[in-house]
């Protein structure tokens, strides 16, 4: 049994190390060219009872440094002050259209059915997605993001960063998980394989949305505005990533473990609808990251294995340690997330078995609120 063990472990190394090389793929990359024509654009967002998050953030939509723009804000059946705010801003701002989707007894919001409105009502061929609650992390957002379409590409995945909080453990938890989330995606993209991006931060073509008959494959499920339809549609030849700083959203994190978990439950509940080869890769990717720390406690806690295993075990965890360094360090300084470097340990430890703990929750009772 303890042999059994230790070969377990030995493979989760191996599967790990399998998978930063992966991730070097982005965390190495060089910033492409960009596109030197300014192609007109449609920005899409939608808002439901989010009228202190449209006050805070959209006059830095509107007033970006960029020269065919309009702005769609789809009004979701808000019961707030959010139609009354956007109409203000309608008055300084005519490149903002507002669809207001009113409330009622049979409708009660949905994102999937505002966000083809929105990509309905717009007059542009190109969409760029973002949420009530993000802004721009520069006047230059909507310039970089556009910059990488091309006549073969036809998506473009950004990131969707969240605000540094000073001295907040949670804080950083949360924002290491979105930092692996973005390295995947970006670094399945860049192998030719993308499986996902983000609704804060996500570009596509509108002519792809129609052709692939919109959001309407998984209109019954929740979630997956974002993720669901990029791994619908997104091939090798049709899909490119956007990491310059200039590029990112920055959105408000969650102030609670409580509410973080919730959020974390529901997003996490989209990925059994992936494709088999990206439920794959990630399920692996899991697997070999929980083996590696549950085994590598139990190994070194325990001393069930002779001297010359135990001083195996300690190579490998500080090869495994070391390479993690390099390559998701090396993508923590890309995306401006380097004072995360010295806590990733600790985050790996607590963010591994937090998303177990989800998982079994989820297999009793699935979320229900969106």
Not at 243 to 264: G, M
Request: proline fraction near 2%.
């Amino acid at each position: 049994m303890l042999s059994f063990l230790y070969v377990i472990f030995i493979l989760s190394v191996i599967a790990q190390v399998v998978f930063f090389y992966i991730f070097s793929k982005f965390s190495f990359s060089k910033y492409q060219g960009s596109n030197v024509l300014q192609l007109k654009i449609s920005v899409v967002i939608c808002a439901r009872n989010e009228a202190d998050n449209i006050e805070r953030n959209i006059e830095k939509v509107l007033t970006q440094r960029y020269r065919d723009f309009e702005v769609i804000v789809v009004n979701d059946a808000s019961t707030d002050g959010t139609l009354a705010i956007l109409k203000q801003y309608q008055i300084r701002f005519k490149h903002l259209k507002i669809i207001d989707i009113e409330a009622s007894n049979n409708y009660t919001g949905n994102k999937k059915k505002a966000i083809t409105e929105g990509v309905n009502a717009s007059k542009y061929d190109y969409i760029l997605l973002t949420d009530a609650d993000c802004e721009p992390a520069s006047p230059y957002w909507m310039s970089e993001m556009a910059s990488q379409f091309s006549i073969k590409k036809q998506i473009v995945l950004g990131y969707g960063a969240y605000k540094k909080i000073k001295g907040s453990f949670l804080n950083k938890l949360i924002r290491y998980e979105t930092l692996l989330t973005a390295i995947q995606y970006f670094s399945y993209a860049k192998i030719g394989i993308p499986y996902m991006g983000v609704g804060r931060n996500l570009a596509y073509k509108k002519e792809l949305f129609n052709k692939a008959n919109g959001l309407e494959n998984h209109a019954n499920i929740k979630s997956g505005d974002d993720d669901l339809f990029v791994n619908q549609v997104a091939t090798k030849q049709n899909t490119t990533v956007c990491f310059t700083k200039d590029s990112f959203t920055l959105s408000e994190p969650k102030s609670t473990f409580k509410s973080w978990l919730n959020q974390k439950r529901r997003h996490i509940t989209t990925a059994k609808h992936y494709k088999s080869i990206h439920k794959n890769l990630l399920g692996i990717y899991y697997l070999s990251q929980i083996s590696f720390w549950v085994l590598a406690i139990i190994l070194l806690a325990f001393s069930l294995i002779g001297q010359m295993e135990i001083l195996n075990v300690i190579v490998l965890i500080l090869m495994r340690l070391l390479t993690q360094f390099i390559v998701v360090g090396n993508a923590a300084k890309k995306l401006n997330e380097k004072d995360l470097i010295l806590w990733f340990p600790l985050l790996d430890i607590y963010l591994v078995f937090i998303q177990f703990g989800i998982f079994i929750a989820n297999l009793n009772r699935k979320p229900q609120a969106w």
